[in-house]
């Protein structure tokens, strides 16, 4: 709609009939401005659509948890260690649904982007498209969606002097979008489905037009189409280009029998198909169209078109018509690029992705095992460079032997009588061509556009061989509604998750019909788009081009199959994950003993004190050791809570030997779990110890949250922190994502509230909540604190805000975009006001959602390639601490030189060379 095409036809005296081509567009700036904006705005969305599609896979993970793995309890109340397969198979077959239906979705959000950046023309053709006042009405619903109404918000809120006027903004740009989105696929799948009636009941005129006959017959055809057996035949051809069809001519070229591949099924290579399910049809096979076939969508691929950028990211097999000979052929240098760049294009991947396996300290196994899948994934690319570079050199030798013959008929070679042998003589210049001067390649290459132009293209022919009989697509569509519906839904709801199984019983209605409704079989069956129908002939091509566009953009979009995969795989890896957890179910797992030094002989000074980070003593931390209370302690009792119970009070009373009163109340931790976790339901552990608070006599109960140390662990982890963390990621790439971040906690929520009842399995902060709460109202303890490492203190933060004590995390995740989806909700105020976070430099785990007010980054020695995960360790944290701030009063240990590379303490009795014998490396 922003191009347009003027042909005018005129007549001049002196020059005859004249016509003119002009392409011209009446965009303005403002308007592609605009545009660009309402691309941003739909690219918000389809990012929130992304992320919702991935919180729900890991939302049907985990929903195998609950009445399929070992966390079940039997009769009596005891644990059940045996899988229940039924409910895993279940699950994991809606698995693959979901990702089938999120894979639709996705598809329909590109095409909602591009058509939002392009002006809209798709949605023009849409709403009330027989209307006379449609266009208009379809005009002020997309203006009022993408601009009106967010400024309308915007501006009431300015009004009303609201400091979240930006806030109401983006929140009603957003739900405008959605809005407008909702139509858009409603929009869709009726014009889909509609269309597919349309050609179904089109088709044969001898079959009844009653409605459910022509709803069988379309759910034959679909099933007859998926389940024939079928023989593909493809290669490159030569031919004029006005012909780029599978002609004799073009059939007999050479490069077609060199680049000819024919692939053929093993279920069409049987012959011994029985007849009640299969139709044999190998001596008169019928020929299967294509939608690119349909379409003819041939792009031309001139000498004033060619790029590189076009050869590097040419689609597999290409459709472009290459133009060798005549006006507009390709150069020689333009064909040796192209072969250069196709080698050099896979040399790149290859070499850039081997890169980075060495850089992640990768072995040579783990990298010739990966080289060898990506060149058997790349069959196809590797055959179509190697056929590019056979028709390079074939093209080259034909232009130089076609120069050379030009050059002997130019020097007078060819004479009367001397034909046979003339001919002889250019038979053998095509097989050894000389080379010609430049003069002389000048005036060939002017004489050029005389030719007959010929061009190289690629042809595919499909037919079908064995033909599915209707018992067969029957059984088929049986076998798919019980595998993909019934026993999926049924699984959802025997495992008591309601919101999952409505979810997928509404999807599967809506995706089903699609399916074996489908657009791109009707029109691959009949080889054309005349049967969408019309009253009148301007209306049948507005049908036919408006499918069209629906078809090339929606229905056969290929990025279909690349999100398919990539959610099925995703899905499938955290269901291995969880399935990895079965032996041991969420036992809590004792961390390694550290092996400490004498105490008072050995210390870590610290660094120079401009050097020190700022918060190395949390002087205003109310409770605990008071104006002592440092960031080290914390980092060790952080670690601590990974220690086993027998073993708390022994390192207590080593780490405070200096510090009497410093106690392991474990006790009041089980009688709390007693009463309000009995079946040890909840995949949590957490310590209870009590130090001298601040003024004599008082004592301050301090929280200790263990962390990941198992495949449950990480899949909660995922579960309460994925949703902000690919937020965070889409803020990323989003031109300007910055502006969206004030809407994020409620989309983030809107998410989580989908699908309450998998959250709620892993709303382990609930149980610590309470528990501080408890503590609160304990009039032995003056303070209550919490802290954790990981998970353990991400869990430590939403506890500090809920239960408002303070918290103090390590490597922990934030909570800021995810606040709102806790119960109860948590704002950035009370983050800012009770939580502290201490930050690895390059650990990967508090970079989950976005980081609060009050955060102390430290340093982190390791290196680069492996800093995502090593710089996660606590116990490296520890050193760190020890490293800068100084270890003061408590005892140093051998690990932080051993196993992390710092540098060894200093000794207090100047025997610094006992330290090699006290700790030697490995």
Request: aromatic residues 12%; negative net charge.
């Amino acid at each position: 709609f922003s191009q347009q095409v003027v042909i005018e036809e005129t007549y001049d005296e002196s020059k005859g009939l004249k016509i003119e081509v002009k392409k011209m567009s009446d965009v303005t700036k403002g308007h592609q401005l605009m545009n660009a904006f309402y691309a941003i705005v739909a690219a918000l969305f389809a990012g929130f659509l992304f992320v919702f599609c991935l919180q729900m896979l890991l939302f049907v993970d985990l929903s195998i948890e609950s009445g399929a793995t070992s966390f079940n309890k039997d009769a009596n109340g005891e644990e059940d260690n045996s899988v229940h397969w039924f409910t895993v198979i279940g699950v994991a077959f809606s698995l693959i649904s979901f990702s089938h239906y999120f894979a639709e979705a996705l598809v329909i959000a590109g095409a909602f982007i591009s058509d939002a950046y392009n002006d809209h023309p798709l949605s023009r053709t849409f709403i009330l498209s027989g209307n006379k006042h449609g266009h208009i009405i379809i005009e002020w619903v997309f203006l009022c969606c993408f601009f009106l109404f967010p400024i309308i918000a915007g501006s009431i809120a300015l009004l009303a002097a609201s400091d979240k006027w930006w806030y109401y903004t983006a929140l009603t740009w957003f739900i405008g979008v959605m809005v407008f989105f909702g139509i858009f696929c409603f929009c869709v799948v009726f014009y889909e489905v509609g269309s597919c009636y349309a050609f179904v009941a089109n088709r044969d005129d001898a079959d009844s037009d009653y409605i459910l006959n022509v709803l069988k017959r379309c759910m034959l055809l679909r099933q007859r189409r998926r389940m024939s057996g079928y023989k593909t035949s493809t290669g490159l051809a030569r031919n004029v280009f006005t012909n780029s069809e599978q002609t004799d001519r073009a059939k007999a070229s050479k490069i077609y029998k060199a680049s000819l591949e024919v692939k053929t099924p093993i279920w069409a290579r049987l012959s011994c198909m029985p007849g009640f399910l299969y139709t044999n049809l190998s001596e008169n096979p019928k020929t299967i169209h294509t939608i690119p076939d349909v379409q003819d969508y041939r792009p031309f691929l001139t000498k004033e078109t060619w790029s590189l950028e076009r050869i590097f990211c040419r689609p597999e097999p290409s459709r472009y018509i290459t133009i060798v000979r005549g006006p507009g052929a390709l150069t020689k240098g333009q064909l040796k690029s192209s072969v250069i760049c196709s080698l050099l294009s896979m040399f790149m991947i290859i070499i850039l992705v081997v890169g980075f396996l060495v850089w992640f300290g990768m072995g040579v196994g783990p990298i010739v095992i990966f080289l060898l899948i990506v060149l058997a994934f790349s069959y196809d690319s590797i055959r179509n460079t190697y056929n590019l570079i056979k028709l390079g050199g074939d093209l080259i030798d034909v232009r130089e032997a076609k120069k050379a013959n030009y050059k002997k008929k130019q020097e007078g070679v060819a004479t009367e009588g001397g034909g046979e042998e003339t001919k002889e003589e250019e038979a053998k210049d095509e097989e050894a061509p000389t080379p010609a001067t430049r003069r002389e390649t000048l005036t060939w290459q002017s004489n050029r556009g005389q030719e007959e132009s010929e061009a190289v293209f690629h042809i595919m022919q499909l037919e079908r061989h064995y033909e599915a009989t209707d018992f067969m697509c029957w059984i088929s569509f049986i076998v798919e509604l019980a595998a993909f519906f019934v026993y999926p839904a049924v699984a959802l709801f025997v495992i008591k998750d309601s919101s999952l199984g409505t979810i997928f019983i509404v999807l599967s209605i809506i995706s089903n019909i699609r399916w074996y409704m489908n657009i791109v079989t009707a029109i691959e069956e009949t080889g054309n788009m005349d049967l969408v129908g019309g009253d009148t002939p301007e209306e049948t091509w507005e049908n036919k081009a408006r499918l069209n566009n629906i078809v090339g953009s929606i229905s056969y979009n290929k990025s279909y199959r690349g999100w398919r995969i990539l959610m099925t795989s995703l899905g499938f890896a955290f269901i291995a994950i969880l399935l990895t957890t079965f032996d041991s179910g969420a036992v809590s797992t004792a961390a390694a003993p550290l092996t400490y030094l004498p105490h008072g002989e050995w210390e870590y000074p610290g660094a120079s004190l401009d050097m020190r980070y700022p918060t190395c003593t949390l002087s205003k931390l109310k409770g605990g050791f008071a104006d002592q209370s440092t960031m080290l302690d914390f980092a060790w009792l952080a670690g601590a809570a990974y220690i086993g119970d027998n073993e708390t009070q022994i390192s207590l009373d080593t780490w405070f030997v200096e510090n009497q009163g410093v106690t392991d109340l474990q006790d009041m931790v089980d009688e709390f779990r007693s009463r309000e976790d009995p079946n040890n339901e909840i995949a949590v552990k957490f310590k209870l110890i009590s130090v001298p608070g601040p003024e004599p006599g008082e004592k301050t109960a301090i929280i200790m949250i263990r962390g990941t140390v198992n495949q449950f662990d990480m899949l909660a982890d995922a579960q309460l922190w994925s949703a902000a963390a690919l937020m965070q990621w889409l803020r990323g790439i989003i031109p300007v994502g910055e502006i969206w971040t004030e809407i994020f906690p409620d989309l983030v929520s809107w998410m989580n509230a989908v699908a309450s009842t998998s959250l709620e399995k892993v709303a382990f902060y609930k149980l610590t909540t309470k528990f501080a709460e408890e503590l609160k109202k304990n009039s032995d303890f003056a303070y209550v604190q919490v802290t954790g490492h990981s998970l353990g203190g991400g869990l430590s933060l939403i506890t500090g805000a809920q239960a408002q004590i303070p918290a103090i995390g390590v490597s922990a995740p934030n909570a800021r975009i995810s606040g709102k989806s806790y119960d109860p909700p948590i704002g950035w105020h009370d983050i800012n006001k009770y939580g502290f976070n201490i930050i690895p430099k390059h650990d990967i785990v508090p970079k989950l959602d976005d980081v609060a007010d009050n955060w102390q980054q430290i340093g982190c020695n390791a290196e680069l390639s492996k800093s995502a995960g090593f710089c996660h360790f606590g116990v490296r944290s520890i050193c760190e601490l020890m490293h800068v701030c100084g270890s003061g009063s408590r005892p140093v240990f051998c690990e932080c030189y051993t196993a992390y590379e710092y540098p060894p303490p200093t000794s207090l009795t100047g025997n610094q060379a006992d330290f090699e014998t006290l700790c030697p490396k490995k």
